[in-house]
DNA sequence: GTGAAAGCGCTAACAC
DNA sequence: GTGTTAGCGCTTTCAC
C-alpha cells in the first residue's frame, strides 16, 4: 500500500485488458461485458484502485466541485443549511467550496475566486453584481442565487416567501389586538432584512393593520437593543415589534422589559426571524420564523445542475414556504 | 469572450514564445527574461488567461484542497473558524473541502471521502480512528488533529490549553469563595467536554478546591437544564456550576433560577464555555471561556503544510491558550 | 465488446 | 533563457 497509488493501467495490466475497459467499467452506462467488468472489478479490488478525481476532471472539463457564497450571518444561524448542502453534494460525488463574505454582503469576489477554481455552478447567498453574473455566463457556470434578487438572464432564484409568512404574522398580530406596530430592519445593503421588511410592510397593508414604523438596528443583539432603548419613553406607544432577525428581537425583548419594564407577551408582542437556538431559551421563548434551508438548498442546487444539463432552459424563481413558530413572546 | 477559455497554447502562439515559457511566466521563481515575461503577460491579459488549476493540480500530483472535518457543533458555535480557515487558505491559492459530522463525532467516513477526493491535508476536528490515520498515512497526507487526540506517528495536533484555562477558572471560584462545585459534562464520545472536564478537574485538586461533583447532559440547552432541574434541591448543595459549553450552562441558570428560585451570581456561580453570542445577553451575562480558534485553525494549516514539505518532521503537539472572559454570572 | 491512440492543459527534464 | 518532449490519469472517438 505504502507508496504510489494504483492508476487504471495497472489495474489493466493485472486484469489482462486493456486500460480503456478499466474505464468503462468504471464509468456508469458504457459497454463492457459481463466478463471483462469481473476481471476488472477484481484487480480494481486487489490494488485499491480509485479512479483519481483530478484526472476525470481534466478529461471531462467537469471539477466536480460546487461554489457556496454565504454571509457570515448565514454560516452561524443557518447551521442546517451547510450540512443539507455538504449532503446532498456528498450523494453525488460532488464537494462544496465555500466562501464566506462578511457583512458587506458583497459576493463578487468570491465569485471570481470560485471561477478562478473552476467550480461547475455556484451557489450564492450574498448579493451579486451584475457584472459577476455577467463572468458566470461567460464561463458557462450556472449561478444560482438564494434569497437574494438580480435580474440577469440565465441566473435562477430561490428564496423564502417571505410576503405569504409575514401576511400570518400581521394577521396574528391583528387576531390578537395589535394596534402600532414597529419593524426593526437592518441597515443599507442588508437584503434578507429588507425583503422581511417589504413583506411585512405590505402584509400589515394587506390585513388592515397600519404601516408600521421602521426602526433601524444592525442585524445582531446589540443592534436591537439600542434601536429599541434609544426609542425611551416613545417605545410605550407600540404593542408589537417585529424583526428582521432572532438577535435583534432578542435585544428588543431585553430593552423593552429591563429598560422600560414592560410585560411580554402582555404589554407588547415580539417576534423574530429564522428561529435560532436563542429564540427556544426559556428566558426570551421568542415567537420566530423558520425558513425552510433544506428545501432552499436542495433546489438551488439541482437547479443549478439542471442548468448546466440545459443551458438554454427558461430562468426559475422559487418561493418557498417558512414556517411561523408561536412561542411564549406572542399571546394566541 | 464567449466559449472556449484561452490555454497556454493560445498565449504562446499569440506572444510568439513556446508553451512552456508561459507556463514559466506563471510560475513563482521560474526563469524567464523581463522581455519574454512581458510579451506573455500581454498575451495573456488580451486572451483574459487564466492557469487552469485541474491541469495543475493533476501535472502537479497536488490539488490544492485541504479536507476539513468539523462537528455540528463547532460549525455553529465556532463562526471565526470556519471563517479564518477559509481566509488563511484563500491567501496561498489553496480551498477548503468541508465536511460536517453530526453529534456521534464520528470523522472516519468523512476522512475516507476527503482521501477519495485527493486532498492534499485534512485538518480535523473531530473524533478519528487509528485506522484511519493509518489510511491518510498510506496516502501520505498530513492528518492534523483539532482538540482531539490520537497517538499515532505522524500525526499532529492542536487544541486549547484546557487544563490552564481551567486552573484560572478553579482559582477564581476558590478566591471567591466557593465550597462545593459541579462539573455539566456531554455524554459519552465527546471528546471536547471530556477534556474540559479533565482539565476542570485537575485544576480543583491543583488549587485546593474539593473534587467537583459530575452531571452528564447533552451538550446543548436542554440538556443542561434538564440536567440540573432533575437534581432538585440537591442541586443547592452547590455554589458553582462549571458548563463544558455556554448552551449548557444557559441551561443550567434557568433551572437554578427559574426551578430553584437561585439568583445568581450571589446564590450560585455559572461558567459556560466558548463564549458564544448565547452569553453576551443581557438576560444571562454568562461568564465563559473564549477559544483562540483563529490561531488554532491557522496554526493547523501551518503544520499540516509543513509535514507535506517534511513528512519526517517529528511530531508536533501545541496547545493554544484560552480566555477567561468573566460577565455576570460570576462574582469578583 | 474491445483495444489503440488522441487529447484534456499543465509542469518539468532535457538539450540547445 | 528557451523550445522540445514526455508525462500526470483519466475519457472518448474510432477501427476492428
Known amino acids: ?56 476532471s481534466l478529461s471531462l472539463g467537469r471539477s466536480r466541485l460546487a461554489g457556496l457564497v454565504v454571509t457570515q450571518y448565514a454560516q452561524q444561524n443557518y447551521p442546517v443549511a451547510l450540512k443539507s448542502a455538504v449532503d446532498v453534494m456528498t450523494e453525488t460525488g460532488d464537494s462544496i467550496l465555500l466562501q464566506i463574505v462578511d457583512a458587506t454582503d458583497d459576493g463578487d469576489t468570491a465569485i471570481a475566486r470560485l471561477l478562478r477554481r473552476r467550480v461547475d455552478v455556484i451557489l450564492c447567498a450574498a448579493g451579486v453584481s451584475e457584472a459577476a453574473a455577467r463572468t458566470c455566463a461567460e464561463a458557462s457556470v450556472p449561478l444560482v442565487l438564494i434569497n437574494r434578487r438580480l435580474n440577469f438572464a440565465g441566473v435562477d432564484q430561490v428564496g423564502s416567501n417571505h410576503a405569504m409568512v409575514m401576511r ?29 421588511r417589504r413583506g411585512y410592510v405590505a402584509a400589515c397593508a394587506h390585513v388592515g393593520l397600519p404601516e408600521p414604523d421602521i426602526l433601524v438596528g444592525d442585524f445582531d443583539y446589540e443592534g436591537g437593543f439600542k434601536a429599541v432603548a434609544q426609542m425611551g419613553d416613545a417605545a410605550r406607544n407600540f404593542d408589537a415589534f417585529v424583526a428582521a432577525n432572532d438577535p435583534m428581537a432578542i435585544g428588543a425583548i431585553d430593552a423593552l422589559t429591563l429598560e422600560l419594564g414592560l410585560s411580554i ?48 432552459r427558461e430562468d426559475a424563481d422559487l418561493l418557498i414556504d417558512s414556517t411561523f413558530v408561536p412561542r411564549g413572546s406572542t399571546r394566541d
Open 1 to 56: 500500500m505504502r507508496g504510489k497509488r494504483a492508476t487504471s493501467y495497472d489495474v489493466a495490466k493485472l486484469a489482462g485488458v486493456s486500460q480503456s475497459a478499466v474505464s468503462r467499467t468504471f464509468s456508469p452506462n458504457k459497454s463492457a461485458s459481463k466478463k471483462t467488468r469481473a476481471k476488472v472489478l477484481a484487480a480494481a479490488q486487489e490494488l485499491g484502485f480509485v479512479p483519481d478525481p483530478i484526472a476525470k
Open 168 to 196: 400570518g404574522v400581521a394577521q396574528h398580530l391583528k387576531d390578537t389586538g395589535t394596534r402600532r406596530t414597529v419593524f426593526l430592519d437592518a441597515g443599507e445593503g442588508n437584503w434578507v432584512a429588507a425583503e422581511r
Open 265 to 312: 407577551p402582555a404589554d407588547v408582542q415580539v417576534i423574530g426571524h429564522d428561529d435560532t437556538a436563542m429564540a427556544r431559551l426559556r428566558g426570551y421563548r421568542l415567537t420566530s420564523i423558520r425558513q425552510d434551508m433544506r428545501t432552499i438548498l436542495s433546489k438551488a442546487i439541482e437547479m443549478a445542475y439542471g442548468r448546466l444539463e440545459e443551458p438554454q
